[in-house]
């Protein structure tokens, strides 16, 4: 859609049409970093801290956002408020402390983080965020990446850094998890090993910064894997380890056992049976997908859909996207249900 004609499709009443009739239904809001500035190339899970601060202004003003766990838990019991929201961030880069904390507590708003906890304190990035890092920094004008089918690639140009990068991405994603973690490090041997040294806007929380992000109430830390693989990628050993390891992280540093799990990337096809598995064995009621939705009563409470929040959006699309109008009407269709949820000791 043109900018022109999101404008005009937000005059027209759009968004306010949607919301309407989204209005028992939760809207689950998915951001991930937040930074003072813009990164270039872009990179669609970090916004700027402006373009942040005036979609939370907006979302406090026409939703009624609540704690993540309170508003699931109000779905299920069928007393969920009108026109309910809830804000959640994946990953658990240190600047949600420095950059999107400030802004919910200048809005007095809650917000569910979700950690992966493996290199958390660490000068470590998660694998994606290495890929950026490495196309970003690069000296490289060119890159060949004939072995992942995408020919020889140039970096002469910020457009072609992102470009490609997002390629690879998409690419990395879809591979076996050891050759996953393979191509990332040949990648990144290939692009200059000190591009990743320092982990700039993907440097990792430390517990004692999580904690502290938590401490006037506002913020909840919940598990999202140790190393944040595509789960379904992996085997059923590692599938356990991730999960479990994930949530007793999260219990041991702050005292509660966590009920709600995000998992790493979220479509539908990136999780799969034996990863809702480990969940239940974990005690986790709910987890979180990346798909476009509203949740409701008839949504499986372990394939929740939330409103994906990137770079890419002006405040136009961003007003259509959380009015909900844009949503995928497909549902999966697995005859589990909020109002109706598998019992836990089933796996
Ligand atoms: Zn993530």
Redesign the pocket.
């Known amino acids: 859609m043109k900018e022109s004609a999101a404008w005009a499709a937000c005059l027209s009443g759009l968004t306010v049409f949607y919301r309407w009739r989204n209005r028992n239904r939760l809207a689950i809001l998915m951001y ?1 970093g937040v930074e003072q500035h813009p990164l270039r190339p872009d990179c669609w899970h970090v916004l700027d801290v402006e373009v942040f601060r005036r979609q939370l202004d907006y979302v406090r003003r026409h939703f009624r956002i609540l704690p993540l766990e309170e508003a699931l838990a109000r779905l299920e019991s069928g007393t969920l408020p009108q026109r309910a929201a809830a804000l959640t961030f ?2 658990g880069t240190r600047n949600l402390a420095t950059c999107a904390a400030p802004v919910l507590r200048e809005f007095d708003l809650p917000a569910a983080v ?1 950690l ?1 906890t493996g290199p958390m304190g660490t000068d470590e990035a ?1 694998w994606p965020d290495r890929l950026w890092l490495a196309f970003a920094r690069t000296e490289c004008i060119d890159i060949d990446l004939t072995s992942i089918d995408l020919g020889m690639r140039s970096l002469s140009t910020v457009a072609d850094r992102g470009a490609t990068y997002a390629a690879v991405l998409e690419r990395c994603k879809e591979l076996p998890d050891q050759e996953r973690l393979a191509q990332v490090e040949s990648l990144v041997t290939a692009l200059g090993p000190d591009t990743v040294d320092d982990p700039g806007p993907f440097r990792m929380l430390s517990w004692q910064e999580a904690r502290e992000m938590g401490g006037d109430g506002l913020v909840t830390l919940y598990p ?1 894997t140790v190393t ?1 693989p595509i789960l379904s990628c992996c085997s059923d050993d590692k599938i356990e380890r991730e999960v479990a390891d994930s949530c007793a992280a999260v219990q041991r540093e702050t005292g509660t056992a966590p009920g709600v799990f ?1 998992y ?3 479509r539908s096809r990136d999780f799969d049976e034996r990863a809702r598995a480990a969940l239940r064995r974990c005690g986790l009621r709910w987890a979180l997908v990346t798909e476009n939705g509203y949740a409701d009563a008839s949504s499986d409470p372990l394939a929740l859909p939330r409103i994906p929040i990137g770079s890419g959006s002006s405040f136009a699309r961003f007003r259509i996207l959380v009015s909900g109008a844009t949503e995928a009407r497909e549902r999966s269709g697995s005859g589990r249900s909020m109002r109706n949820p598998m019992p836990k000791t089933l796996s």
Request: no cysteine; glycine share 8%.
């Open positions: 991930h994946d990953d979700f992966t998660l999202h944040h995000a790493p990337n979220g």
